[in-house]
């Protein structure tokens, strides 16, 4: 963005956006905590008294923070993505994501063990929803009837295992984790095509065989 069109909000968004990625870099030494915020505000010049005035909610509030950050990130760059295909952009963008936040695993792990706390269910469920609707909007799909839901859900499912999976991932270039996250794929697109499949059956059934009428007359 030109500077000197930026708003005010932007610029907000821009310190904001700054200092999560400040955050993120300090985790792996203090974790998600004020002695980690203040260590990303004295690294960007900022008084690190300011940690006491943000992210009210601690923790929890910083991944959620932080986590729509890399939604955002991974919408973004959605343009450089050639496949045209929904379930191959899908597939694309999971890969994408992973890719960018490699360099922050322990900080991954560390947001996950927060977030398996059960007073933080709510929350884990909030973040992964915005996580799958941000990938569903940036590989273009437009859905608003009940298969928004389903789709959501499968993709949900998908991604997470994924995540975990990738987290233990020792493999070159993560090819583990593409051998993983296909198979989840291809496993999907299998019951999909057996639902479909038998819900046609099933519909067949209830209308029931086709009767002959009589002939029209001449």
Known sequence: ???????????????????????????????????????ALARLGRDPDEAELLFEGGAPAMIEAWTA????????AAGTIAETRLAARVRALILLRLDR????????????????LPRNAALAA?????????IWHAA???????????????????YSTTLLYWL???????????????????GVALITRTRKRIESRLAGLRRGPMRAGPSPSA
């Open 126 to 134: 909030r973040i992964t929803g915005r996580t799958v609707d941000a």
């Open 168 to 186: 233990r991932d020792a493999s070159e270039n993560g090819e583990d984790t593409r051998a993983f996250l296909d198979r989840r794929l291809a």
């Open 1 to 39: 963005m030109n500077e000197m069109a930026m708003t005010g909000e932007d610029e907000v968004r821009a310190d904001d956006d700054a200092l999560l990625r400040a955050l993120v870099e300090e985790v792996p030494f203090d974790g998600w905590t004020r002695t980690a915020l203040r260590r």
């Open 101 to 116: 936040v490699a360099p922050h695993r322990e900080a991954i792990r560390r947001a996950l063990a927060i977030l398996a």
């Open 69 to 76: 950050l890399v939604d955002r990130d991974m919408e973004d």
């Open 140 to 158: 273009g799909d437009r859905s608003a009837d009940f298969s928004w839901y389903t789709k959501r859900a499968i993709l949900a499912a998908v």
